[in-house]
């Protein structure tokens, strides 16, 4: 009976008449003795026959209820003036009219005499109780209702946090303020498009990454290469960086921008090779698009045709960044924008934010089912998939990566000079080895340059490791590994190959030097 009877009272004060006349009348047929029910009853409905067939029975069960006795007086006075009383010329909840019956005393405190009125419920209230709103003072229970109402905009158990986002933006300005310090550091040391600048300050680096300095993968997302890119990464921080944080919270965000930034890092190093560099913080935004398409994807049913534009531009932006960077129109690292976009949606689909209202007490609170706190196994195994990938990384390119290992045969090839330009000669599929004598920390330069064929060179460490590569890709028929910094001493060894497995007549070059600074 009491269940019905507050659910009754809270459909009223939403709004929902007609489910709170329902649950009323329930109450009333379970047990027509209930007073309380009746009064409720004759609050909520419009024919004035029936509220005064239900105040009548109010005052029947209850013959000192002031309230019913009260309103029906109020009643009996609007009829014998002639004119036909309207539902609205009673409160919902019926109150003690002033005039008729003296001083107004609090709802919520029957001791305080008052002269306010909440003006929505018209029940009267004391300077304790009253709320100031825009249009007015209300009662606490009123403020509560239109809240209520405004959150139940979305059918569920779950509340939607897009309308009314949990957290304010303080991670998004922290990342880019970060970001731009260390660019304008970059700067004053020679320039953020410097080769040796970007790789002291901690550029995903694969050779040194090779050498256990994997916290280059972490460094790696604050830097940039050049004015251009800075611009770019930052626009995509301020066009889903402050949304994403605002909606997920500030300990989500965080986290998944920062493990989506590591997986993107680690794709680039184990996809590409270590045979070149990379730097920004692409693959971390990335990641935050893949939350974006995540929350919109579970709420693709709440948020309708505004959820579905905004899953397909997330989708549109991912394929014109891919076609972009294949095309080679703007130079960019899909590996790491794709390995970051996966990691940001796996991520954060089973973080997206599920709140809801707590009504098991007086005072609301705003519970959340899907807080980081209860989804601590998602970072964890994160972490635990970094390190194995990181792992399984290092060791296939340590062994020889997509070359293998040990050194095919040596047809063709020899000895190579500091300086000297080599001609070779290759049949197809089998390359030629030319070894060379270098000394730990000195800088080393290959060239492979061919009119016939698709050029391609690898360098292996005196103990047939696995060091750098570079292909030509089919373009200008050119590969280069550059500035390289030898890590020992020792004999090292080229291997000249065709990628494309055609014969073909090439060039080799090697040039060395003593210090980074010197190399070309």
Partial sequence: MSDKLQQGRTAARVGDTAEARRLFSEATQEDPTNAAAWLELAGVVENLAEKKTYLDRVVALEPENASARATLALLEKKTADGRPPTADAFPTNPAVDEA????????????????????????????????????????SECVLAIEDRYYSQVQGDYLNPYDRPPAKPLFTYILMGAIGLVWLAQEL???????????????????????????????????????????????????????????YGRARFITVYLLAGLFGSLASFALRGPMTYSAGASGAIFGVVGMQLAFFLFYRQRLGEFGRRQRNTALILIGVSLLLG???????????????????????????????????????????????LRRWWMPVLSLA????GIWLA????????????????????????????????????????????????????????????????????????????????????????????????GLYTIYAVSSDEQPGLYNLTLKLEDTLEQAP
């Fill in 100 to 139: 008729e019956t003296g001083p107004l005393f609090c709802y919520q405190h029957p001791k305080v005499e008052t002269s306010l009125r909440c003006n929505r419920c018209n029940r009267p209230i004391c300077a304790k109780c009253a709320q100031r709103t825009p249009v007015g003072f209300r009662c």
């Fill in 189 to 247: 040391a020679g320039g953020s498009t410097d080769d040796e600048v970007l790789i002291k300050f901690g550029a995903n680096y694969g050779p040194f990454i090779l050498q256990g300095e994997v916290w280059r993968l972490f460094t790696s997302m604050f830097l940039h290469i050049g004015v251009q890119h800075l611009v770019f990464n930052f626009i995509g921080l301020i066009a889903f960086g402050f949304e994403m944080e605002r909606l």
């Fill in 326 to 372: 294949c095309s080679g129109l703007m130079p960019a690292d899909n590996y790491a924008h794709l390995g970051g976009f996966l990691a940001g949606f796996v991520l954060g689909y089973p973080l997206v934010p599920r709140y809801r209202i707590d009504t098991s007490n007086s005072r609301r609170r705003i519970q959340d089912r899907a807080s980081l």
């Fill in 385 to 388: 998939a970094l390190v194995s």
């Fill in 394 to 489: 290092v060791s296939f390119w340590a062994a020889g990566g997509w070359w293998g290992t040990p050194l095919p045969g040596q047809p063709g090839g020899g000895a190579i000079a500091y300086g000297q330009t080599v001609e070779g000669q290759l049949a197809g599929e089998v390359g030629d080895l030319w070894q060379f004598e270098g000394e730990a920390g000195q800088v080393v330069t290959i060239t492979m340059q061919s009119d016939e064929l698709d050029a391609a060179i690898g360098l292996f460490d005196p103990d047939d490791e696995y060091l750098a590569e570079d292909d030509d890709g089919g373009g200008d028929d050119n590969a280069r590994i550059d500035a390289y910094v030898l890590p020992v001493s």
